[in-house]
């Protein structure tokens, strides 16, 4: 399994549209909104580097979405 730390910006307004979109992703196990240079950051479990991609790709084509930055754990 690889744990995943996905850092997420929003461009201004898309919020709500980005927040729904992302709540339909199972592989998220948690999601929290910040403060500062990102806008969400979410907590995701994969089986392996391929899958981990993939969520990835997935996220990053949401609509409203300014770009993200992705973190795998060692």
Partial sequence: MVRMCILI???AGKSKGV???LKKFNELKKLFAVFGRYDFVAFAN???HKAALSLARKINAIPGLRGTETLLEA
């Fill in 9 to 11: 910006r929003v461009q």
């Fill in 19 to 21: 927040l729904d979109a």
């Fill in 46 to 48: 994969v089986a392996d």
